[in-house]
């Protein structure tokens, strides 16, 4: 089945603690992408990918990291998590830049 | 870079009407402009989405509308029913002739309800 995997569904952690949310797909796709989703904010993209080695910042990648060693996989990290990073995440999937996306499931970030 | 701005932040309608939601964007680079549709805990889903090229796209109740010149496109739907109640973001993706290629950028979403 073609999909996009996130991985922790739920994660509560503590300020300052390193966390890696994994996402992996199984579509061939070149392009991935991590957005977060806050109340009237809507979904903001963190960063993209448009190729292997290939990333890019989106509208907040402040406090993020990402990497793109592999093509079917794109893990977020956050070096020293803050409470402002409290969100839900999705990672994203699609053939290119400017095609539909695939989204994962989503993780539930809590940090106290 | 981007803005996108998404209008009405809430829509309420009666099963059977239609429904249309606005958005508008700053970047003349985008030129892909997709639509989601997210129910209530699940992720969002891709229901119709548009190319700079055209300026009008249907799928049985659903339309979008483009207008490059004034820089803003809307999502119309007919025949509403109650499984239409959802949150729909639209979202303008920069073209391969603009520096931020990929870059994607959301509005902020419209939540329709539609009363049975």
């Known amino acids: 089945e073609a999909q996009v995997t996130q991985n922790p569904r739920y994660l509560i952690t503590v300020t300052g603690k390193k966390l890696t949310v994994t996402c992996s797909q199984n579509?061939?796709?070149?392009?991935m992408s991590w957005y977060r989703q806050d109340p009237g904010l809507g979904l903001r993209q963190i960063y993209y990918s448009m190729n292997v080695e290939v990333t890019d910042k989106g509208d907040v990648p402040e406090g993020y990291k990402v990497s793109r060693k592999e093509k079917r996989n794109f893990p977020l990290i956050l070096e020293s998590p803050s409470p402002n990073q409290t969100s839900l995440y999705f990672c994203a999937s699609s053939l290119r830049g400017e095609s539909p996306l695939h989204f994962g499931n989503g993780t539930r970030l809590t940090v106290t | 870079g981007e803005n996108v701005e998404q209008h009405p932040s809430t829509l309420s309608v009666q099963e059977g009407d239609s429904a249309v939601i606005k958005c508008t964007y700053s970047d003349s680079a985008s030129n892909y402009f997709p639509w989601y549709k997210q129910e209530l805990g699940k992720r969002p889903q891709l229901i119709i989405d548009i190319r700079s090229n055209v300026g009008e796209k249907k799928d049985q109740r659903i339309a979008v509308t483009l207008n490059k010149t004034a820089k803003h496109f809307s999502l119309h739907i007919t025949e509403t029913q109650p499984e239409d109640s959802a949150v729909y973001f639209c979202a303008a993706s920069i073209g391969a002739g603009g520096t931020s290629y990929g870059k994607l950028t959301f509005g902020q979403g419209t939540i329709l309800t539609v009363h049975p």
């Open positions: 579509m061939n796709h070149e392009y």
